[in-house]
């Protein structure tokens, strides 16, 4: 697969279109790492000019901002940054809807300012120009349920890009009970992803995934690695593994369109 | 001797706003108690916002079954005042329905009557209310945080709320003239009948009877205000106004550790620089808050000005899996610790004698704070946009950066990220393997 950097990029005196951000979890984590892939995949088919940052990239800081390491947090964010600028980066694409939140709300005021992307906004975009078409006969009349990152939700109310790509893609779309402003989080945010849940009766993912059975869905949609994780950490424990499927949106589009 | 009544009237009017005057005077002292913070940007959307959350209502129906209720319940508490004007009106000139020849007799029916309606619209909702709060069992109203006190307050207001309904009723119901007039009685034409052969002598004693306690009863409820969530009634318009406008996911930028970090990251700078002369050894900055005095003035406006109605907890995943966290506590306990602290200072002569305590650990503890997913389904919730994850992020920011006090495998984490640039143990130059891979 062919995934260009930055710093090759600059070798050739070429300014890509836009930076993708892959994340700590989408490049490290073996399930995130897929999601990666299938975003590539989607930006070749839509002959996106893009770069990754590769082994220049480092964590940007999200996960010790949330658990209260201020410090880390703004060395991080300060690194990038100077990465960032020194490429002269303009637009950033990410699958991580806290690399987004970060680097769109959190960076400026430390002297990062991008035009920030979730993929399902950058790749809906890339429709309503005409450059990438879903098709929507290979995945038509599955139960498809969509679990909203609270951070690409409630913390910068982007609703409707995911569910018109889902729509998008000839499926049957159901809500959850909780869904848009009012969704449950999977349990993962605000740094939880890496430590024990305290005390108490049930895992969230598992409530969240409950949630989401509810709607007798075929497919699990979410935009999110860590979200992908928890829910199918929950669907295991459900043990609904050879029902229900949890998958990326850029995955499922990467699927329909046989990439 | 004639009088009297209007001097007992006009003592007891000056008394009751004055002990609320004095009252909110310690609020807005202990508000200030907190760390500046400016909230006077973008008039325009702060304006919109107060108008549309807290005049109109927008967020109580986002439930609607309690937002409908709670309409019926402030629209009426909002118009019933006219009729409080007529009484102070009426009180202190030792007139008797002032407004009647005034407005004539068609209008100030019309007037009566439509409050008339309401407070018996209020009454049912009241009612309602109560049955909710104590009959439904509804898990919100159970927490841990809602006994004792809590509970009583919820109530108090309830029964209070009944008591004035009934009183203005029976006020009407029992003025001669009022009811002979035919106009504005729709509800107490119905009353009246059960004082049916009282002498009018008597009937005048129960009608200034109910007339007395009604408005003592409107003294006493403003000065029971201080002390209860129902302050949210006064409260939620300045929070509206003073809430957070950016997007939910952007937490504050610590400037403190911003200095501290260029600092680190210059090669240039000398870490052992004396301050130049005449430049003051400053005191270095405690990093996040460990006390109501840490946090700042909006936050601290939240404290006072939640109604613990819970709506924040009943949605806060933590909570919702039997976890310790309840946002509302967090709430309620920077309240109760504040009203403390502002104790604290009356009692010592303006000035806070050190009692040993603090908000972190003895009134929120740390399990509390790290249980918090960092969600935001309580500020989204909230039907007078508080923010309980600010407060919890600042008890976070001291736990870790005053304290080292993160759980174990929070500081793995973030030794990752510092050695690793990634919360997990890779060697950042396998950072582009994914890309070649399957
Ligand atoms: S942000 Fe924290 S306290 Fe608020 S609802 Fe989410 S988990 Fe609960
Ligand atoms: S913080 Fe808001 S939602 Fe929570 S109890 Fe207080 S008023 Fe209700």
Known sequence: ?259 | MQYLPNILFAIALIAGIGFFAMNIRKLTRNIKLGKDINRTDNKSERWKNMIKIALGQSKMVRRPFSGFLHIIVYVGFIIINIEVLEIIIDGIFGTHRIFQGFLGDSFYGFLIGTFEVLAALVFIAVILFWTRRNVANIKRFLSREMKGWPKNDGNFILYFEMVLMSLFLVMNATDLAFQQAGVGNPISQFIAPLFDGFSPETLHTIERTAWWIHILGILVFLNYLYYSKHLHILLAFPNTFFANLKPKGQFNNLASVTNEVKLMMDPDADPYATPETGEEEVVPEKFGASEVTDLNWVQLLNAYTCTECGRCTSSCPANLTGKKLSPRKIMMDTRDRLEEVGRNIDANGGTFKDDGKQLLNDYISPEELWACTSCNACVEECPVNIDPLSIIMDMRRYLVMEESAAPQELNMMMTNIENNGAPWQYNQQDRLNWANEE
């Open chain 1, 1 to 259: 697969m062919i995934v260009p950097t930055m710093a090759e990029m600059m070798a050739q005196g070429k300014q890509p279109e836009v930076l993708f951000w892959v994340g700590a979890a989408g490049s490290y984590d073996d399930r995130a790492k897929k999601i990666s892939r299938a975003f590539v995949k989607i930006l070749h088919a839509a002959n996106v000019d893009f770069a990754v940052l590769g082994t220049e990239e480092s964590s940007t800081g999200d996960a010790a901002k949330r658990a209260g390491n201020e410090f880390l947090f703004q060395m991080q964010a300060m690194m990038n940054i100077e990465v960032l600028n020194g490429y002269e980066v303009k637009k950033i694409v990410t699958c991580d809807p806290h690399s987004f939140n970060t680097l769109k709300n959190e960076y400026p005021e430390l002297g990062g300012k991008y035009q920030v992307y979730h993929h399902t906004q950058f790749i809906q975009n890339l429709i309503s120009e005409g450059r990438l078409k879903i098709d929507e006969t290979t995945l038509q009349g599955k139960r498809v349920t969509f679990h909203d990152p609270c951070y690409l939700g409630r913390a910068n109310e982007v609703y409707e890009s995911p569910r018109d790509l889902i729509r998008r893609l000839g499926v049957n779309l159901t809500e959850m009970k909780r869904n848009k402003s009012t969704a449950l989080c999977c349990g993962a945010g605000g740094a939880q992803m890496f430590k024990d849940a305290e005390a108490g009766d049930k895992e969230v993912n598992v409530l969240r995934t409950e949630d989401a059975l509810e709607t007798k869905p075929e497919i699990i949609a979410t935009g999110c690695p860590y979200c992908n994780t928890m829910m199918t950490d929950g669907i295991k424990f459900k043990e609904k593994e050879t029902e229900v499927v949890v998958k990326d949106i850029a995955e499922l589009i990467a699927e329909a369109n046989n990439l």
